[in-house]
């Protein structure tokens, strides 16, 4: 296979072609496309369409078929990049000779004079797309791989012997190695895009197309997709190479040039004319073929370059330039107005989504009505969007706008009537209603607290950004964030690991006993005691029971411990429509379990459990247990009760340092408390 080429073999392919009729034509155009369709469900969209054993039959077929004729369609999976070609079943890692560093990145321009200093360097593009290592011996192509990690990378030769600017042959019959970058024209990206059938994921831009099409595992597909392979450094060249100065890294471009390869546009710069140089090549940027994400300036004296060394990250004779903020256009969908616990209503941009520094936004916070209204956001709006310092997406300025900002009169939360107020020239829209939710924040942050459903990792400041977002309106909307993931790990201080996180903790939350989730509600006067006594009454099923107690309006003042007041105010709940639909909305989100064992409940006395009924108190510090709420919930699930203070009420002070001088011990000695260890409490417990 290494004296034949790829080349050799598509060429002799396609000379040789006989006469087909217009069956076999027909049936060979049939099976090509089958069987394309299928590798690409099955390598690219992972989706099997067809059995192995199916699309060998059919492959076997059309190879006979092109055998009998002597035709190969030039989309014809058998179109091999190897001798007998199949789809590779996977990409092989091959690992880089030289490492491919990426480089350290600047986007202060005049910062680019200082750090070439008395040197020349080479100025060219940043292309955007997927770099590829060449591999030439005795004048052919022997590998191309990707850039991978920059030490390792994908073997991916079957589908790169396929894109324009990698040159059959070459004069040179050295090893030479070369670095390019694998980009999709603007407009082919739009082509390849619309022609891709309506059940296939479009990509999101040329970068994400030309990545795609570098690593596929069928160079059939590759071959129908026009891919430019740009070089921009030659890695290494045997001696005898016709370079007019081999030192020079702008001389290496020049003879790659000459040797066929296709090579990004380059110019050679110093500190005076640098910035200048890279002032025109902006004027160049909307009228790009191809997309750029910035510049790149190399020293040009390589072997001085090579002697500066690396920082460890990146390597010192190389710097990118990136534009000073990248930025997308796209149109308005509508403006959001979201709450915050003020009661202040904070314009929100929802556009088109866009891909922005690498991920995709669709939302920007517009501050307040002034500035909406100077940008005039109306549904179908044409907006230029950015990110500020590469995180934050905002709109930098509005084009081609379809009318003025509408502000609404009703606050979108709650309905009730909205203000705007004036400060120093700055209007801002507040909605009017004192009860209002959104100004609620307390409301959901004891919800999700330790000792309600218990959402780990979910802080008051973070409920606040969703509820000002629109994200959380009522309890049942924490558990549907996923509709606004993208929106979330765009966030300030967030990602996606932190997003993966917050749900995996909110997933957690859904399993919950039933005290807790009274204790979430917030009803005034139930707070996670009460609602744990008020669970224990109700026993078995406690959340059904207490659903069908409240619609037969059972007078809860008569359950131990709870009074008329608290009786009117969890009728006040119940009879507020808001809240109690939020509740029975909430229940189908939840896996609600009764608090202590039934049977325990049902016994009715200590029975033989020397917990049960009995009155702890706990000080110190623990050993058994991590810590002193894992013990009380051990407590009070076997129907104990833990007190902070120690009074004639208490049955045993736990306290490992049972001769401490502590108060509470002092305090059980006076009383005749028997003080005892958490050994002596575990004892206890597994005696019974
Ligand atoms: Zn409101």
New binding site residues.
Partial sequence: MEERTVFDWIEEENKGAGQAGEKEFGRMKELVKTLNEAAFAYYVDDREIMSNFEYDRLYDELAALEKSTGVTLPDSPTKSAGAGYRPVSKLVKSEHEFPALSLDKTKDRQALAGWLGGMEGVLSWKLDGLTVVLTYRNGTLLKAVTRGNGFVGEDVTHNVVHFAGVPRRIGFGGKLIVRGEAVMKYADFEKVNKELPETEAKYKNPRNLASATVRLLDPGIALTRPVTLCAFDLVYADQGADISDPNSKFSQLEWLKKQGFTVVEHTLVTSLTVEYEVGRYEEELPGNEFPTDGLVLIIDDEKYGKSLGSTGKFPRNGIAFKWQDETAETRIREVEWS?SRT?L?NPVAVFEPVEIEGTTVSRASVHNVSIARSLKLAPGSGVRVYKANLIIPQIAETFDPKGETFVPSK??????P?VIRENEGIETLY???P?????HVGRFSYFVSRDAVNVNGLSEATLEAFIDAGFVRRFPDLYHLDRYKEAIVGMEGFGERSYDNLIASVEQSRSVKFSALLNALGIPGIGKDMAKQLSRFLGENACERFRELLKERYDFSTVDGIGAVINDNIYAWADDPERFGEFEALLPELDVSDDAPAARVEAGSEGNDPVYGRTFVITGSLVNFTNRDQMIAFIEERGGRVSGSVSSKTDYLINNDVNSGSGKNKKAKELGVPVISEAEFMAMCKGN
């Fill in positions: 709450a009661g209503l606050c979108p939360v709650c309905g009730g909205t909605c009017d209603d009860g209002c939710p959104a100004k």
